[in-house]
Structures are given as structure tokens and as C-alpha cells.
């Protein structure tokens, strides 16, 4: 399922940003596609993108004094999330991939203090929803806060190649693309020494699937007259979930790892909405 799965990343990636030739030319694509959200993490202004971000989309309506809410952009979130949960995560997420290459690297391995992934539900609640909006009632125009001073998806995908293509954009460059490139640099060591240390402590769109994962259409279900607590899944969980326990965990990311490593064959996939109750329970 590896190799499957990493296939699955870079053409997901591919699709996301397939005009190659905006690389060269410094341009950024502007018709009717991207008025459709894609599911992942993938930056609006990235020069090969075809759609939108749904986290900008998302910021940028809450930023504006003419919208309340983006009615349009939660119903995506919605449908992605409810069929798919955190899977999105794990598959097709172009930062995620990179995340994982990084970490394949040799060097010292780490553990995330289990506290710390609440931290994105907090950076969702203030800089992706609150910020914004606030903004709005203060100034009378808010800012889409993450995107602008903190997500480094945007900085690697779109800020580092236009910078390196338009010369005007170099000479504009200050101190909070400074800041960014910075934060861009300690994601990518952190990532050497934590698995995925961005999605599991910071990203919002993350923690908004994984609000999904426990009622979700496709699911993980732990058959307990099985299992007999070996611990197989939760030693090779690198998201620091113990399949066996909560195996719809809102940190799980659908890799599939649990469901190789146990040797029972006590975890298993499930489709549907007909046992939604009995998986969300682990049974």
C-alpha cells in the first residue's frame, strides 16, 4: 500500500498543478477553475495551480466586508470531510508528500508531545477564522491572516518559484517573506526528525478533516473479537494513534500502515454509512 499510496501523492500533485509552463514564465493561472476548491493544502498563487486552496478561499471571503460567511467553500469541506475524512491527508496532499520525503532522510527521529496537536485547532480558530473577520469589523477589510503570515505551503509552492521568475517580486521582498522562507526552513528540519510535523501541530485543513474521520463515509473499524491488544498497529502508527484503541482517531491520516502491520487481521476499511455507530465506537 506504500507504493501505491506514493503514486497516488505525486499524480494528486500533478493534478493540482499541471501547467508546467507557468514554472518558466512566471505566471499564475486565473480562469474558471479556480473557482473550484481542490481538497488539499495547495496554494491559490502557485504558478502550475488549476483551483483553489479551500483554506484561502475560505480566509479570503471572511476577509471581505461584502460576505458574512463562505456557504460555498464549507459545503466542500463538508463533502470532502464526510466522505473522506483525513484520508485527503494521507493520499493527496502535495505539502504531506513532501513532508514524508523529508523524513525519509537519515537523521535523529523524535517524538511530538501528544499535546501539541491541539495547537491547529487553535491556529484554525484564530488565524483562519477569527483574524479575518475581526479585521473586517475593525478595519472594514480583514486579511486572510494564515495564508498571509504563517502557511509555508504557499511561500514553497508559490512565494520561492515567482520571486526566482519575476524580478519586481525580489526587490519587494521584505521582512515577512523572511519570516516565511524561516518557517518554510524549520517545517523542512523538523520534518527530518518528526513525521509530518506540519499536519500534525499546525495545519488547519487537517484538523478540520479530522473532526470528519469518526463518521466519515470511509472509516477504519477495529474488530475487537480479534485483536488481542498486541500493539503491532499502534508501534508502526508514525501520527502517534493507537489503531486498536481509537482507530478513527482525528490524527489518523488513512496511510494504511496500521492495517499491514497487524498481524490478525483485526483492523479492517469500512465504506458506507450502515456501521458508522459500531466504527466511530472502534467495534
Known amino acids: 500500500m506504500v507504493n501505491v499510496r506514493a503514486w497516488v501523492q505525486v499524480a494528486s500533485t500533478v493534478?493540482?498543478?499541471p501547467l508546467a509552463g507557468n514554472f518558466i514564465s512566471g505566471q499564475i493561472y486565473?480562469?474558471?477553475l479556480k473557482q473550484?476548491?481542490?481538497?488539499?493544502?495547495n496554494c491559490y498563487s502557485c504558478p502550475g495551480a488549476v483551483g483553489s486552496c479551500p483554506l484561502g478561499s475560505l480566509q479570503t471571503v471572511l476577509a471581505d466586508p461584502f460576505y458574512t460567511?463562505?456557504?460555498?467553500?464549507?459545503?466542500?469541506?463538508?463533502?470532502f470531510g464526510s466522505l473522506l475524512g483525513r484520508w485527503i491527508c494521507g493520499w493527496?496532499?502535495?505539502?504531506?508528500?513532501?513532508?514524508?520525503?523529508l523524513h525519509r532522510v537519515p537523521f535523529l527521529k523524535l517524538r511530538l508531545p501528544l499535546w501539541m496537536r491541539w495547537v491547529k485547532y487553535g491556529i484554525l480558530g484564530l488565524l483562519v477564522i477569527y483574524l479575518p473577520l475581526a479585521g473586517v469589523q475593525t478595519l472594514g477589510l480583514g486579511e486572510p491572516t494564515f495564508c498571509k503570515y504563517l502557511c509555508p505551503a504557499g511561500t514553497l509552492e508559490a512565494g520561492l518559484p515567482l520571486i526566482g521568475l519575476v524580478p519586481g517580486l525580489r526587490s519587494a521582498a521584505g521582512r515577512l517573506f523572511a519570516f516565511k522562507l524561516a518557517v518554510v526552513l524549520a517545517v523542512a528540519v523538523l520534518s527530518l526528525m518528526i513525521f509530518r510535523p506540519f499536519c500534525r501541530v499546525v495545519c488547519p485543513l487537517g484538523a478540520i478533516?479530522?473532526?470528519f474521520n469518526p463518521i466519515s463515509w470511509y472509516r477504519y473499524q477495529c474488530r475487537r473479537e480479534i485483536c488481542v491488544n498486541c500493539g503491532s498497529c499502534a508501534?508502526?502508527?508514525?501520527?502517534?494513534v493507537n489503531p486498536s484503541q481509537t482507530p478513527n482517531s482525528a490524527e489518523c491520516i488513512r496511510c494504511g500502515d496500521c492495517l499491514q502491520s497487524c498481524p490478525h487481521g483485526a483492523l479492517r476499511q469500512?465504506?458506507?454509512?450502515?456501521?458508522?455507530?459500531?466504527?466511530?465506537?472502534?467495534?
Not at 508501534?235 to 502517534?240: H, I, S, V
Not at 469500512?270 to 467495534?283: H, I, P
Open 36 to 41: 473550484i476548491c481542490i481538497p488539499a493544502l
Open 235 to 240: 508501534a508502526t502508527c508514525r501520527m502517534g
Open 209 to 211: 478533516y479530522g473532526m
Open 15 to 17: 493534478a493540482w498543478n
Open 92 to 101: 493527496v496532499c502535495p505539502f504531506g508528500m513532501i513532508q514524508e520525503w
Open 69 to 79: 460567511w463562505s456557504f460555498y467553500v464549507t459545503g466542500w469541506l463538508v463533502i
Open 30 to 32: 486565473r480562469g474558471k
Open 270 to 283: 469500512v465504506f458506507g454509512l450502515n456501521s458508522t455507530t459500531k466504527a466511530a465506537a472502534g467495534e
